[in-house]
Protein backbone atom coordinates (compact mmCIF):
# COMPACT_ATOMS: atom_id res chain seq x y z
CA UNK A 1 0.00 0.00 0.00
CA UNK A 2 1.14 3.39 -1.09
CA UNK A 3 1.51 5.05 1.96
CA UNK A 4 2.92 8.55 3.77
CA UNK A 5 3.11 9.04 7.58
CA UNK A 6 4.06 12.68 8.64
CA UNK A 7 5.33 12.97 12.32
CA UNK A 8 6.99 16.02 14.28
CA UNK A 9 3.64 18.28 14.59
CA UNK A 10 2.94 20.29 18.00
CA UNK A 11 2.75 23.39 19.86
CA UNK A 12 6.10 26.02 19.82
CA UNK A 13 6.61 29.01 20.99
CA UNK A 14 6.71 32.02 18.05
CA UNK A 15 10.47 32.63 16.99
CA UNK A 16 10.68 28.31 17.95
CA UNK A 17 11.83 25.96 15.68
CA UNK A 18 10.14 22.69 14.65
CA UNK A 19 10.95 19.41 12.66
CA UNK A 20 8.90 17.72 10.75
CA UNK A 21 9.48 13.86 9.03
CA UNK A 22 7.25 11.98 6.25
CA UNK A 23 8.26 8.78 5.90
CA UNK A 24 6.88 7.15 2.45
CA UNK A 25 6.46 3.12 2.09
CA UNK A 26 4.53 1.57 -0.90
CA UNK A 27 6.12 2.92 -3.73
CA UNK A 28 9.55 3.90 -4.89
CA UNK A 29 10.55 6.70 -3.08
CA UNK A 30 13.48 7.39 -5.03
CA UNK A 31 11.98 8.12 -8.50
CA UNK A 32 9.47 10.94 -7.23
CA UNK A 33 9.55 14.80 -5.97
CA UNK A 34 8.59 15.04 -2.46
CA UNK A 35 6.67 18.10 -1.62
CA UNK A 36 4.92 19.61 1.42
CA UNK A 37 1.51 21.93 1.94
CA UNK A 38 -0.57 23.16 4.82
CA UNK A 39 -3.87 24.49 5.29
CA UNK A 40 -4.69 27.11 8.11
CA UNK A 41 -7.83 25.98 10.42
CA UNK A 42 -10.54 26.94 8.32
CA UNK A 43 -8.35 27.97 5.26
CA UNK A 44 -7.45 27.05 1.97
CA UNK A 45 -4.78 24.83 0.97
CA UNK A 46 -0.89 26.21 0.61
CA UNK A 47 2.02 24.92 -1.00
CA UNK A 48 5.05 25.19 1.13
CA UNK A 49 8.07 23.37 -0.52
CA UNK A 50 9.40 20.83 -2.94
CA UNK A 51 12.24 18.69 -3.59
CA UNK A 52 13.76 16.84 -6.29
CA UNK A 53 14.18 12.53 -5.95
CA UNK A 54 18.24 13.18 -5.22
CA UNK A 55 17.29 16.69 -2.70
CA UNK A 56 19.74 18.60 -5.20
CA UNK A 57 16.50 20.99 -6.34
CA UNK A 58 14.34 22.59 -3.60
CA UNK A 59 11.58 24.60 -4.30
CA UNK A 60 9.42 27.50 -1.68
CA UNK A 61 6.92 30.00 -1.69
CA UNK A 62 8.27 33.34 -0.59
CA UNK A 63 6.34 33.07 2.77
CA UNK A 64 8.89 30.40 4.21
CA UNK A 65 11.78 31.03 1.51
CA UNK A 66 14.65 31.34 4.61
CA UNK A 67 12.58 30.01 7.37
CA UNK A 68 11.90 26.43 5.85
CA UNK A 69 14.06 23.52 4.77
CA UNK A 70 12.99 20.87 3.01
CA UNK A 71 15.73 18.11 2.84
CA UNK A 72 15.07 14.45 2.18
CA UNK A 73 17.28 10.83 3.21
CA UNK A 74 16.39 7.87 0.77
CA UNK A 75 18.14 5.79 2.78
CA UNK A 76 15.33 5.54 4.96
CA UNK A 77 12.41 6.83 2.25
CA UNK A 78 12.08 9.85 4.32
CA UNK A 79 11.48 13.35 3.37
CA UNK A 80 12.01 16.08 6.19
CA UNK A 81 10.77 19.72 6.44
CA UNK A 82 12.64 21.89 9.05
CA UNK A 83 11.03 25.17 10.36
CA UNK A 84 13.07 28.01 12.20
CA UNK A 85 11.81 31.24 13.20
CA UNK A 86 7.86 30.31 13.34
CA UNK A 87 5.05 32.79 13.47
CA UNK A 88 1.65 32.45 14.48
CA UNK A 89 0.22 32.41 10.78
CA UNK A 90 2.63 29.23 10.39
CA UNK A 91 -0.41 27.31 12.59
CA UNK A 92 -1.91 24.71 10.27
CA UNK A 93 -2.05 21.39 9.20
CA UNK A 94 1.05 20.79 7.42
CA UNK A 95 0.66 17.82 4.31
CA UNK A 96 3.62 15.63 2.70
CA UNK A 97 2.43 14.73 -0.31
CA UNK A 98 4.35 12.80 -3.57
CA UNK A 99 4.78 15.27 -6.65
CA UNK A 100 3.13 13.76 -9.51
CA UNK A 101 3.99 16.71 -12.33
CA UNK A 102 5.11 20.17 -11.50
CA UNK A 103 2.09 21.53 -9.66
CA UNK A 104 0.03 18.24 -9.15
CA UNK A 105 0.77 15.89 -5.68
CA UNK A 106 -1.35 12.29 -6.30
CA UNK A 107 -0.51 10.78 -2.81
CA UNK A 108 -0.84 12.35 0.79
CA UNK A 109 -0.54 11.99 4.25
CA UNK A 110 -2.99 12.43 7.13
CA UNK A 111 -0.72 15.60 8.12
CA UNK A 112 0.44 16.62 11.00
CA UNK A 113 -0.64 19.48 12.90
CA UNK A 114 1.92 22.67 14.04
CA UNK A 115 0.62 25.42 16.36
CA UNK A 116 2.03 28.45 17.21
CA UNK A 117 1.35 29.81 19.88
CA UNK A 118 2.79 31.96 23.08
CA UNK B 1 -4.91 36.58 -0.76
CA UNK B 2 -4.79 33.46 -2.95
CA UNK B 3 -3.16 33.69 -7.17
CA UNK B 4 -5.92 31.89 -8.71
CA UNK B 5 -8.96 33.37 -8.15
CA UNK B 6 -12.02 30.74 -7.30
CA UNK B 7 -15.98 30.93 -6.63
CA UNK B 8 -16.33 30.78 -3.29
CA UNK B 9 -19.25 28.31 -3.10
CA UNK B 10 -21.04 26.59 -6.21
CA UNK B 11 -23.87 24.39 -6.14
CA UNK B 12 -26.29 21.91 -8.52
CA UNK B 13 -28.95 19.40 -7.89
CA UNK B 14 -28.72 15.64 -8.28
CA UNK B 15 -27.61 14.66 -11.29
CA UNK B 16 -26.80 17.96 -12.75
CA UNK B 17 -23.69 19.38 -13.69
CA UNK B 18 -22.02 22.71 -12.58
CA UNK B 19 -18.62 23.72 -13.10
CA UNK B 20 -15.91 25.65 -11.26
CA UNK B 21 -13.68 28.16 -12.51
CA UNK B 22 -10.18 28.77 -11.85
CA UNK B 23 -8.97 31.88 -13.26
CA UNK B 24 -4.97 32.54 -12.95
CA UNK B 25 -2.75 34.87 -15.25
CA UNK B 26 -0.25 34.52 -18.67
CA UNK B 27 2.20 34.08 -15.72
CA UNK B 28 0.36 30.64 -14.58
CA UNK B 29 -2.46 28.93 -15.87
CA UNK B 30 -2.53 30.77 -19.08
CA UNK B 31 1.39 30.29 -19.61
CA UNK B 32 1.47 26.46 -18.57
CA UNK B 33 -0.82 22.75 -19.23
CA UNK B 34 -0.15 22.27 -15.49
CA UNK B 35 -3.30 22.70 -14.18
CA UNK B 36 -4.56 20.54 -11.22
CA UNK B 37 -8.15 20.18 -9.38
CA UNK B 38 -8.04 18.90 -5.55
CA UNK B 39 -11.40 17.18 -3.69
CA UNK B 40 -10.86 17.84 0.08
CA UNK B 41 -14.71 16.47 2.44
CA UNK B 42 -14.19 18.15 5.73
CA UNK B 43 -11.51 16.54 8.16
CA UNK B 44 -10.23 14.76 5.35
CA UNK B 45 -6.78 14.50 3.19
CA UNK B 46 -6.99 16.33 -0.43
CA UNK B 47 -7.82 13.79 -3.75
CA UNK B 48 -6.24 14.79 -6.78
CA UNK B 49 -9.13 14.62 -9.38
CA UNK B 50 -7.53 16.02 -12.71
CA UNK B 51 -3.84 16.88 -13.42
CA UNK B 52 -2.62 18.38 -16.06
CA UNK B 53 -5.66 20.65 -17.06
CA UNK B 54 -7.27 17.26 -18.51
CA UNK B 55 -6.10 13.97 -17.02
CA UNK B 56 -8.20 12.12 -14.87
CA UNK B 57 -5.66 9.40 -12.22
CA UNK B 58 -6.85 6.21 -11.84
CA UNK B 59 -9.97 5.54 -10.04
CA UNK B 60 -11.56 9.34 -11.06
CA UNK B 61 -14.84 8.56 -12.19
CA UNK B 62 -14.78 10.53 -15.39
CA UNK B 63 -17.94 12.30 -14.69
CA UNK B 64 -15.10 14.76 -13.47
CA UNK B 65 -12.87 16.64 -16.19
CA UNK B 66 -11.15 19.28 -16.67
CA UNK B 67 -10.41 22.17 -19.62
CA UNK B 68 -8.47 25.63 -20.04
CA UNK B 69 -9.13 28.81 -22.00
CA UNK B 70 -6.70 31.58 -21.68
CA UNK B 71 -6.62 32.14 -18.31
CA UNK B 72 -8.99 30.26 -16.50
CA UNK B 73 -9.08 26.49 -16.13
CA UNK B 74 -12.60 24.40 -15.55
CA UNK B 75 -13.54 21.80 -13.61
CA UNK B 76 -17.14 19.97 -14.86
CA UNK B 77 -18.86 17.48 -12.41
CA UNK B 78 -21.57 15.76 -14.70
CA UNK B 79 -24.73 13.73 -13.03
CA UNK B 80 -24.25 15.62 -9.63
CA UNK B 81 -24.15 12.62 -6.57
CA UNK B 82 -24.32 13.95 -2.71
CA UNK B 83 -20.41 12.47 -2.39
CA UNK B 84 -19.44 15.05 -4.70
CA UNK B 85 -20.33 17.92 -2.03
CA UNK B 86 -16.78 18.96 -0.63
CA UNK B 87 -14.49 21.75 -1.13
CA UNK B 88 -12.45 21.77 -4.42
CA UNK B 89 -8.98 23.47 -4.87
CA UNK B 90 -7.63 24.37 -8.41
CA UNK B 91 -3.47 24.61 -8.40
CA UNK B 92 -1.18 25.48 -11.21
CA UNK B 93 2.51 25.69 -11.82
CA UNK B 94 3.46 29.11 -11.79
CA UNK B 95 7.09 29.12 -13.22
CA UNK B 96 10.39 28.43 -11.07
CA UNK B 97 10.04 31.81 -8.94
CA UNK B 98 6.38 30.33 -7.79
CA UNK B 99 6.94 27.37 -8.32
CA UNK B 100 3.00 26.15 -6.96
CA UNK B 101 0.18 28.49 -7.01
CA UNK B 102 -3.61 27.48 -5.50
CA UNK B 103 -6.81 29.07 -5.64
CA UNK B 104 -9.25 29.94 -2.28
CA UNK B 105 -11.05 26.84 -3.01
CA UNK B 106 -15.09 26.44 -4.09
CA UNK B 107 -17.34 24.88 -1.26
CA UNK B 108 -19.94 22.97 -3.82
CA UNK B 109 -23.21 21.61 -2.20
CA UNK B 110 -25.23 19.43 -4.28
CA UNK B 111 -29.01 20.50 -3.07
Known amino acids: EVQLVESGGGLVQPGGSLRLSCAAS????????MQWFRQAPGKGLVWVSLISTDGSTTHYPESVKGRFTISRDNARNTVFLQMNSLRVEDTAVYFC???????????WGQGTTVTVSS | QSALTQPPSASGSPGQSVTISCTGSSSDVGAYNYVSWYQQHPGKVPRLMIH???KRPSGVPDRFSGSKSGNTASLTISGLRAEDEADYYC???????????FGGGTKLTVL
Open chain 2, 52 to 54: EVT
Open chain 1, 97 to 107: ARNLFYDSADV
Open chain 2, 91 to 101: SSFGGHNNFVV
Open chain 1, 26 to 33: GFTFTSHW
